[in-house]
Nanobody, 119 residues
Framework: QVQLVESGGGLVQAGGSLELSCTAS????????MAWYRQVPGKQRELVAI???????NYADSVKGRFTISRDNAKNTVLLQMNSLKFEDTAVYYC?????????????WGQGTQVTVSS
């Protein structure tokens, strides 16, 4: 069983900052990628940022220069530092990890944490 525990969401004014944290535990295998997605009602879930085990990073164009993803491999933790937040960043943010089990990969998801940016 895999558990992803997310924290750090909340309400912030536009221009403010928040840091999201996600820690994976249980039968997670070897973590290949750790990522943050977000979703607003009526829209598809979108990738915000992703980081590989070797540290390769990709960001959605909408957050480049404002968000920073990082990971602590020893703690199976991924962070998302969000600066200069905009109203349009309001969404439920989900942590996702991909585990390598030697015979295949599995994606695991957190329960989501709400980020609300007031204009």
């Amino acid at each position: 069983q895999v558990q992803l525990v997310e924290s750090g969401g909340g309400l912030v004014q536009a221009g403010g900052s928040l840091e999201l944290s996600c820690t994976a535990s249980g039968s997670i295998g070897s973590l290949i990628t750790m990522a943050w997605y977000r979703q607003v009602p009526g829209k598809q879930r979108e990738l915000v940022a992703i980081i590989t085990s070797s540290g390769r990073i990709n960001y959605a164009d909408s957050v480049k220069g404002r968000f920073t993803i990082s990971r602590d491999n020893a703690k199976n933790t991924v962070l998302l530092q969000m600066n200069s937040l905009k109203f349009e960043d309001t969404a439920v943010y989900y942590c996702s990890v991909r585990g390598d089990y030697g015979v295949g990969f599995l994606d695991h998801w957190g329960q989501g944490t709400q980020v609300t940016v007031s204009s």
